[in-house]
């Protein structure tokens, strides 16, 4: 089985909307969204459908694009492939929201740089900036108590995938010293009872 296909259905189970309602919360319905390293696009079929929202995915892989293609079918949810570290090919003030879930932690520092220099250029004078991230912390125990089940047995390959990365990221507060260098409001909640953390970004 191909990794997109793995993760498409790991987008499935019904912990990882645990993990997305955080960022589902946050979002205004009949907004307009552009979600960045959208994967096999579940978040913005769930905004599209739950929350009316205008929303479009874009990601550099496209066999991920490809199993977007599949989920999204029943939505007018729009993907783009587009090239790491260029220019994101919209227009400046476009989106009310920008959502950004467990990418930056993979990216080097200069390549963040000039991904949060682009997505303020395009995000509407009043938007946010919306990042969710696996914190890493956390046990197999804890885990299993609030989570585990046959149908979230992926759960446990998510925890392990992401956790040396994610403490790293975590540790390095590398957008709330972004915030602060560039003038911006910040603010960081943890959610999804310790395995996860948001991060909002505003002007």
């Known amino acids: 089985m191909k990794?997109?296909?793995f993760f498409s259905n790991l987008q499935?189970?019904?912990w990882y909307r645990s993990f997305l309602n955080p960022v589902i919360k946050q979002v205004s319905i009949n907004s307009k969204l552009l979600d960045i390293g959208t994967g096999s696009g579940k978040l913005v079929q769930i905004l599209n459908i739950e929350k009316g929202?205008?929303?479009v995915g874009v990601d550099t892989n496209q066999d991920m694009l490809n199993e977007a293609e599949i989920k999204l079918k029943e939505t007018n949810v729009s993907i783009q492939k587009i090239e790491a570290n260029k220019k994101l090919p919209f227009?400046?003030?476009s989106y009310n929201y920008v959502t950004i879930c467990s990418v930056l932690?993979?990216?080097k520092k200069e390549d963040i740089n000039l991904l949060m220099k682009d997505t303020q250029r395009i995000l509407k004078n009043d938007g946010k900036i919306i990042v969710l991230t696996p914190t890493g912390n956390g046990n197999i125990l804890k885990l299993i108590t609030h989570y585990f089940s046959l149908k979230n047995f992926s759960i446990l390959i998510w925890f392990n995938a992401t956790k040396?990365?994610?403490k790293l990221w975590n540790n390095n507060?590398?957008?709330k010293q972004y915030s602060v260098e560039?003038?911006?409001m910040y603010t960081s909640h943890v959610v999804m009872n310790g395995f996860a953390q948001l991060e909002i970004i505003t002007e």
Do not use: G
């Open 182 to 184: 560039n003038n911006l």
């Open 12 to 14: 499935e189970a019904p």
């Open 53 to 55: 929202v205008t929303c």
């Open 105 to 107: 932690f993979h990216l």
């Open 164 to 166: 040396k990365r994610a």
């Open 91 to 93: 227009n400046t003030n």
């Open 3 to 5: 990794f997109s296909k």
């Open 173 to 175: 507060n590398y957008l």
